[in-house]
């Protein structure tokens, strides 16, 4: 029976607005007269808005009130999977980090073993080619340009379907304050003016500027890196 009175309201105040817009699309106003009708119209018409105001409002707030109490349950279960969920991007990112800085290093080390190795084959062919009195060939093996092939170390962070990285930004790690020189002290104090994070902030700061072409000695820049996983 409640239903029933709710929608036939719902259909008189249907009409009763659609009459109101078909009146105001009429009216004429011409005259002072016609200015008078125009005003009155307009304080009906905003009665009309009123009672579909007071009609739809009551749900409306019913709906709202619900809808923000279950955002708010539906919160108290994603917040603490959301906290567990960065903390094992974090573990992750970390490790991945480490296995490309290991990685990166070998490769550096298997490039300079090979430049090395060439290096003792063109001198060791110089020495040959002096013995046998060719200076001159002598001299073009050693001012030859060195190209090296050196192996490829391969990546050991397997790829996962669903897994996807992006760059984040410019990040340091104080790895030796010593070796930090003076200039740079006085620098990241200069920068680091109104900052509350202090020294590690100001250097972050600087490298982040210059998109980590500025090499400190003392600090390691790296660029941070996003972990996006769909389910």
């Given at each position: 029976m409640v239903a029933t009175v709710e929608q036939s309201t719902e259909l008189a105040l249907r009409d009763e607005a659609q009459t109101v817009v078909n009146q105001a699309t009429a009216l004429v106003i011409a005259d002072a007269d016609g200015y008078t009708a125009g005003v009155e119209f307009l304080k009906a018409l905003k009665?009309?808005?009123?009672?579909?105001?007071?009609?739809?409002?009551?749900?409306?707030?019913?709906?709202?009130?619900?809808?923000?109490?279950?955002?708010?349950?539906?919160?108290?279960f994603l917040?603490?999977?959301?906290?567990?969920?960065?903390?094992?991007?974090?573990?992750a990112l970390a490790?991945?980090?480490?296995?490309?800085?290991?990685?990166?290093?070998?490769?550096?080390?298997?490039?300079?073993?090979?430049?090395?190795?060439?290096e003792e084959r063109r001198l060791a062919m110089a020495e040959e080619a002096e013995r046998q009195g060719k200076a001159a060939l002598a001299q073009q093996i050693i001012d030859a340009p060195i190209e090296v092939a050196a192996p490829v170390i391969s990546q050991t962070v397997p790829k996962i379907d669903g897994v996807s990285f992006s760059e984040?930004?410019?990040?340091?790690?104080?790895?030796?304050?010593?070796?930090?020189?003076q200039d740079v002290f006085?620098?990241?104090?200069?920068?680091?003016?109104g900052m509350r994070d202090?020294?590690?902030?100001?250097?972050?700061k600087m490298v982040q500027d210059t998109g980590g072409a500025w090499e400190i000695p003392g600090v390691r820049a790296f660029k941070t890196a996003n972990m996006s996983v769909k389910a």
């Open positions: 009665a009309t808005a009123k009672k579909v105001r007071e009609f739809f409002d009551p749900d409306i707030q019913a709906a709202h009130s619900l809808h923000k109490s279950l955002v708010a349950k539906r919160d108290t917040r603490p999977l959301d906290a567990a969920e960065a903390t094992v991007n974090g573990k490790w991945k980090r480490e296995e490309d800085r290991k990685r990166q290093g070998a490769q550096r080390a298997a490039e300079a073993a090979a430049r090395k190795a060439e984040g930004r410019w990040d340091i790690e104080i790895v030796n304050m010593a070796a930090i020189p006085v620098k990241a104090a200069l920068c680091s003016k202090g020294l590690v902030g100001a250097l972050k």
